[in-house]
């Protein structure tokens, strides 16, 4: 095997860290010991930005795991197709010759797994290899 092409994407709606700093501080800061520390963390990580799968506003309706990992199930399937698409666009392979997908997050988990979701969606070789990274 050998790899032939790789692609990324990343979820549509992007945020710096200061307006993260800020939604993080207005949900959780009456709740923290001292507030400070979490602004000291976030200005420490060296992260200017960071994709979000939902708009910062809807993160505080999200009251249960089940609802966040159900929105993440979706927006990742969605996001694994157009990096495989792309990651067989730039190769010139057509995805009947696809011999296996590796599938990196540390964000969720699907059962089905995303890429078992995604050979469904995109009609891919049913014998592919599944390689889930988390």
Same mark, same amino acid.
């Given at each position: 095997?050998?790899?032939?092409?790789?692609?990324?994407?990343?979820?549509?709606?992007?945020?710096?860290?200061?307006?993260?700093?800020?939604?993080?501080?207005?949900?959780?800061?009456?709740?923290?010991?001292?507030?400070?520390?979490?602004?000291?963390?976030?200005?420490?990580?060296?992260?200017?930005?960071?994709?979000?799968?939902?708009?910062?506003?809807?993160?505080?309706?999200?009251?249960?795991?089940?609802?966040?990992?159900?929105?993440?199930?979706?927006?990742?399937?969605?996001?694994?197709?157009?990096?495989?698409?792309?990651?067989?666009?730039?190769?010139?392979?057509?995805?009947?010759?696809?011999?296996?997908?590796?599938?990196?997050? %540390?964000?969720?988990?699907?059962?089905?797994? %995303?890429?078992?979701?995604?050979?469904?969606?995109?009609?891919?070789?049913?014998?592919?290899?599944?390689?889930?990274?988390?």
């Amino acid at each position: 095997m050998n790899i032939a092409s790789c692609a990324s994407a990343f979820p549509p709606h992007e945020y710096d860290q200061e307006t993260l700093l800020r939604a993080f501080l207005a949900h959780w800061g009456h709740r923290l010991a001292n507030p400070l520390m979490l602004q000291r963390l976030h200005g420490a990580v060296g992260v200017e930005k960071r994709h979000l799968a939902l708009p910062v506003e809807q993160y505080p309706g999200l009251t249960k795991w089940g609802d966040a990992n159900d929105h993440w199930i979706r927006v990742s399937v969605d996001l694994a197709e157009q990096c495989l698409s792309k990651a067989l666009e730039r190769a010139g392979i057509d995805k009947n010759r696809l011999g296996a997908i590796f599938f990196v997050s %540390v964000t969720g988990i699907a059962s089905p797994s %995303v890429e078992a979701r995604l050979i469904n969606r995109m009609r891919l070789p049913v014998n592919v290899k599944r390689v889930p990274i988390f």
